[in-house]
């Protein structure tokens, strides 16, 4: 019974300086947090546009909850679907200009489903290796021959497409990469796949309501159609404020997924509630472009510091800005400094990123103030220069 020795396992853990643990978040989500009953500048939430705690998102679930209850009580192809379910795949449609869309749980189960429906074992599937968990998951869960190629590396993709003699091929990556912040080569995705005659699938969980003139994300951005894009997934859980995810397709894909992903079959749906909450979260997103302006500018802003400071910085233009430490030690002192300080921000170790690319996980919201970002950026300087 050595193997189920926890104890051991656990102390080995700790000692990689690798051991997680939670942060008990007393009340909502927002440029500050309370923990334990002091606040914190939150640097760590993917909330871009600060609708998590928005009053017309809130009064929507409320609303919805007096009308519908608040559990959906089955699954979606039983008797879980409700007119809410109904009015944002419909909306969700409209705003991605595609066919369809079709509701998940959360965004893990929506990449899960849509891989392991659609390919299997004679088929090839080709990722980024910078892939989210999910993505890298689902391939596994399909048993396809999986191609993984360096990150952003079209020619390493062409040249692996090439050698593939299978007759369905799948291409699949995040449209934002949520640990560099840094955006697929899309346009290039499009046009190999279009050549190699590849199914082309993108995760745009962290493009979804910050990119594009509406926040229809990155293909908003590229002005990339249903048929250049056959598969997009996003989630409600960042930008949106809310929790869930969607795949939006044509209307045949997204019948295929109602008949084979099992995520989707053999679960219980969202709560009514929570859909007309992100219905609200929804039309907030498009009808108050103020949010990404004023996001874009924070950005900027700590671009611009980060720079004069001569941190080591990634290159994304997006709310996630990497700063690379370089060792689980030197992520570790410093995000316990910053929390000293009362700022929340999210050290990410070896193996969610690769050795010597340790990193403080800075994010923004469009709710942050340019103080906010200044007393960041000074207390950056103190810890990493001390």
Not at 8 to 20: F, V
Not at 343 to 350: D, K, Y
Request: hydrophobic share 40%.
């Amino acid at each position: 019974m050595d193997g189920w020795d926890f104890s051991t396992q656990l102390d080995e853990i700790k000692q990689q300086q690798l051991y997680r643990s939670h942060q008990l978040i007393q009340g909502p989500q927002g440029a500050q947090v309370d923990i334990e009953g002091a606040l914190y500048d939150n640097f760590s939430s993917n909330d871009y546009l600060g609708l998590a705690n928005h009053p017309e998102v809130i009064a929507a679930f409320k609303c919805a909850a007096d009308q519908y209850g608040v559990g959906s009580g089955s699954a979606h192809l039983i008797c879980g679907h409700s007119y809410e379910h109904a009015a944002l795949e419909e909306e969700l449609a409209a705003f991605t200009g595609r066919d369809r869309v079709l509701l998940f749980s959360t965004g893990y189960m929506a990449n899960l489903g849509v891989i392991s429906a659609l390919i299997n074992k004679k088929d090839d599937l080709f990722q980024d290796k910078l892939n989210h968990a999910s993505l890298i998951d689902g391939g596994q869960l399909s048993g396809a021959r999986f191609r993984r190629y360096p990150h952003n590396n079209m020619m390493r993709l062409q040249q692996l497409l090439t050698q593939s003699t299978a007759e369905k091929k799948l291409i699949v990556s995040d449209g934002i990469f949520s640990m560099d912040g840094d955006a697929a080569e899309l346009v290039s995705l499009v046009n190999i796949a279009k050549q190699s005659n590849a199914m082309l699938m993108i995760d745009d969980a962290h493009g979804i309501g910050v990119l594009g003139k509406r926040g229809g994300g990155l293909l908003e951005q590229l002005e990339l159609s249903q048929q250049q894009v056959p598969i997009l997934m996003a989630t409600f859980g960042k930008a949106l404020g809310t929790a869930g995810a969607f795949v939006a397709g044509s209307h045949d894909l997204i019948e295929m997924l109602i008949q084979r992903s099992r995520s989707y079959i053999y679960t219980t749906a969202m709560p009514a509630a929570l859909m007309a909450a992100t219905r609200a979260s929804l039309r907030l997103c498009q009808q108050e472009p103020w949010r990404r302006e004023k996001l874009a500018s924070l950005i900027a802003q700590f671009r611009q510091g980060a720079e004069q400071l001569g941190l080591n910085l990634m290159p994304s233009d997006t709310p996630i800005q990497p700063v690379v430490l370089g060792s689980n030690q030197a992520v570790m002192s410093v995000s316990e400094q910053l929390r000293d300080a009362h700022i929340l921000v999210g050290a990410i170790r070896h193996p969610t990123v690769p050795k010597r690319t340790e990193r403080l996980r800075i994010t923004l919201s469009s709710t942050h103030t340019e103080s906010q970002v200044n007393k960041l950026l000074s207390v950056l300087e103190k810890a990493i220069y001390a």
